[in-house]
């Protein structure tokens, strides 16, 4: 294989097909490419050739740019196929955050509707290369919802540990339909993360999360695919939530390989945006202090509750690399941004919102400009978590702190055309 794997702290390199996720030294693990050659390469060509392509693997949004992600051959790739998702104008929604420019990726439009399927594609197409026949993660939701999938897709076991009755239906829905055996941890993600580590390195299982590297070569396929939408042309900004931070991690590393080989010229600025309950990346960079995990992260998006993401030095790196900066965001901001997301038809989970309530906040310290062009990306699907979207526009967030502003409810009438009639015209008249 063309690439090598190198440790991000003490540059130690090692074979791709060795089975580990950490350096010797501790450190996490990048998968290098030999850009010197790419750069010979009429990529962008071979990309936009491949561009609505229907055949395997081209049809996937990932393995379109097969070069920059993973050099395999087609018959161990496991794809559903991925990617390929819509790139919004961001309407209202954009107007809330005081942008003229924005776009909103949705990631939510995925198989298994998450971005997490494009690190997955990759993370199973590796298992299948290593001969696994079981594999595992620690998850939110997300993730444990899209490894199952392909696991049952190549035909492996799936483990999975997530923490008790602190994931959404939706997710837990997917992972127990596609067949995962669940471990439900009792405690929080940053418990069944440590736990899952134990269990691979002691059981000969292959993990999933994203402190595998592989995992992080296909989300970089997230900004390729934004850039190719735009015709190439560069944002100012790629605005995005961070929990255990392998996703922003994966877009600087994969628009730094597109600036080190010459293939855009400038570089956009990337904000990761965390929850103020679950913002340990944030306090760090904000008060340049080191790394503090935080011991009891709390959010109503739990999919970024976590307190000790793992790939935090690498997030650090691609802010640094960008000229980057850290936000963090209320409950309420995070809910009140969702209703925006929501009310203009596009729609996304909690967590994704923070793209949204992170722009306005920036837009209003002026870190960024209200003309900058802005791509706010939305991770998940709106039914991810319904029990969210019901409570909030019922009225029933209250105990969490959190106000409905822009509550929608269901209106409840008697049978007949009076009273449609009579609702209707209350309807109209509070909107006028
Ligand atoms: N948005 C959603 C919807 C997520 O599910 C996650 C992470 C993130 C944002 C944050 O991405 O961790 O790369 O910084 N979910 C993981 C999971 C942790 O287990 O599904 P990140």
Same mark, same amino acid.
């Given at each position: 294989?063309?690439?090598?794997?190198?440790?991000?702290? *003490?540059?130690?390199?090692?074979?791709?097909?060795?089975?580990?996720?950490?350096?010797? *030294?501790?450190?996490?693990?990048?998968?290098?490419?030999?850009?010197?050659?790419?750069?010979?390469?009429?990529?962008?060509?071979?990309?936009?050739?491949?561009?609505?392509?229907?055949?395997?693997?081209?049809?996937?949004?990932?393995?379109?740019?097969? %070069?920059?992600?993973?050099?395999?051959?087609?018959?161990?790739?496991?794809?559903?196929? %991925?990617?390929?998702?819509?790139?919004?104008?961001?309407?209202?929604?954009?107007?809330?955050?005081?942008?003229?420019?924005?776009?909103?990726?949705?990631?939510?439009?995925?198989?298994?509707?998450?971005?997490?399927?494009?690190?997955?594609?990759?993370?199973?197409?590796?298992?299948?290369?290593?001969?696994?026949?079981?594999?595992?993660?620690?998850?939110?939701?997300?993730?444990?919802?899209?490894?199952?999938?392909?696991?049952?897709?190549?035909?492996?076991?799936?483990?999975?540990?997530?923490?008790?009755?602190?994931?959404?239906?939706?997710?837990?829905?997917?992972?127990?339909?596609?067949?995962?055996?669940?471990?439900?941890?009792?405690?929080?993600?940053?418990?069944?993360?440590?736990?899952?580590?134990? +269990? *691979?390195?002691?059981?000969?299982?292959?993990?999933?999360?994203?402190?595998?590297?592989?995992?992080?070569?296909?989300?970089?396929?997230?900004?390729?695919?934004?850039?190719?939408?735009?015709?190439?042309?560069?944002?100012?900004?790629?605005?995005?939530?961070?929990?255990?931070?392998?996703?922003?991690?994966?877009?600087?590393?994969?628009?730094?390989?597109l600036f080190d080989i010459g293939l855009i010229t400038k570089i956009p600025r990337i904000a990761v945006i965390q929850a103020e309950g679950a913002n340990p990346l944030y306090k760090m960079w904000k008060?340049?202090?080191?790394?503090?995990?935080?011991?009891?992260?709390?959010?109503?998006?739990?999919?970024?509750?976590?307190?000790?993401?793992?790939?935090?030095?690498?997030?650090?790196?691609?802010?640094?690399?960008?000229?980057?900066?850290? %936000?963090?965001?209320? !409950?309420?901001?995070?809910?009140?941004?969702?209703?925006?997301?929501?009310?203009?038809?596009?729609?996304?989970?909690?967590?994704?919102? *923070?793209?949204?309530?992170?722009?306005?906040?920036?837009? %209003?310290?002026?870190?960024?400009?209200?003309?900058?062009?802005?791509?706010?990306?939305?991770?998940?699907?709106?039914?991810?978590?319904? !029990?969210?979207?019901?409570?909030?526009?019922?009225?029933?967030?209250?105990?969490?702190?959190?106000?409905?502003?822009?509550?929608?409810?269901?209106?409840?009438?008697?049978?007949?055309?009076?009273?449609?009639?009579?609702?209707?015209?209350? +309807?109209?008249?509070?909107?006028?």
């Amino acid at each position: 294989m063309d690439i090598t794997l190198q440790c991000i702290d *003490c540059e130690k390199q090692y074979d791709p097909l060795e089975l580990r996720y950490t350096c010797d *030294c501790g450190g996490l693990l990048d998968v290098i490419h030999d850009l010197d050659r790419l750069k010979s390469l009429p990529l962008k060509q071979l990309f936009d050739e491949r561009w609505h392509s229907r055949s395997f693997p081209y049809s996937s949004g990932v393995w379109r740019y097969r %070069e920059l992600i993973l050099p395999v051959e087609d018959q161990f790739i496991v794809s559903k196929p %991925e990617g390929n998702t819509n790139l919004y104008p961001a309407g209202k929604a954009g107007e809330y955050a005081g942008l003229r420019r924005m776009f909103l990726k949705h990631e939510g439009e995925n198989p298994t509707s998450s971005f997490k399927d494009r690190g997955m594609t990759c993370g199973i197409t590796m298992a299948r290369l290593l001969h696994a026949d079981t594999v595992a993660c620690a998850s939110t939701g997300n993730t444990s919802a899209s490894m199952t999938s392909y696991a049952a897709l190549a035909g492996m076991q799936a483990i999975i540990f997530i923490p008790e009755g602190k994931i959404s239906y939706g997710k837990l829905t997917q992972a127990l339909a596609y067949g995962g055996k669940t471990f439900q941890v009792q405690g929080n993600f940053d418990d069944a993360m440590v736990l899952v580590m134990e +269990v *691979c390195k002691e059981l000969n299982i292959y993990l999933l999360n994203s402190i595998n590297p592989f995992r992080i070569e296909g989300q970089k396929a997230i900004g390729f695919e934004v850039l190719q939408q735009l015709n190439w042309q560069m944002p100012d900004w790629f605005v995005l939530p961070g929990g255990n931070l392998g996703n922003n991690s994966a877009l600087s590393k994969g628009l730094k390989e597109l600036f080190d080989i010459g293939l855009i010229t400038k570089i956009p600025r990337i904000a990761v945006i965390q929850a103020e309950g679950a913002n340990p990346l944030y306090k760090m960079w904000k008060e340049k202090t080191a790394f503090k995990p935080l011991r009891q992260p709390e959010t109503i998006a739990t999919a970024i509750k976590i307190g000790n993401p793992i790939s935090w030095k690498k997030a650090m790196r691609g802010i640094e690399w960008s000229n980057g900066v850290v %936000e963090q965001v209320s !409950e309420q901001e995070i809910m009140d941004a969702k209703a925006w997301v929501d009310a203009v038809g596009i729609g996304a989970e909690p967590a994704s919102c *923070c793209s949204i309530a992170g722009a306005k906040k920036l837009v %209003e310290k002026g870190v960024i400009h209200p003309d900058e062009l802005v791509i706010g990306i939305l991770t998940g699907h709106l039914l991810k978590d319904p !029990e969210a979207v019901i409570r909030y526009h019922t009225g029933d967030l209250k105990s969490l702190g959190i106000e409905s502003r822009y509550a929608n409810a269901p209106i409840r009438i008697e049978p007949t055309l009076d009273a449609v009639r009579e609702a209707l015209y209350e +309807v109209r008249r509070v909107s006028r």
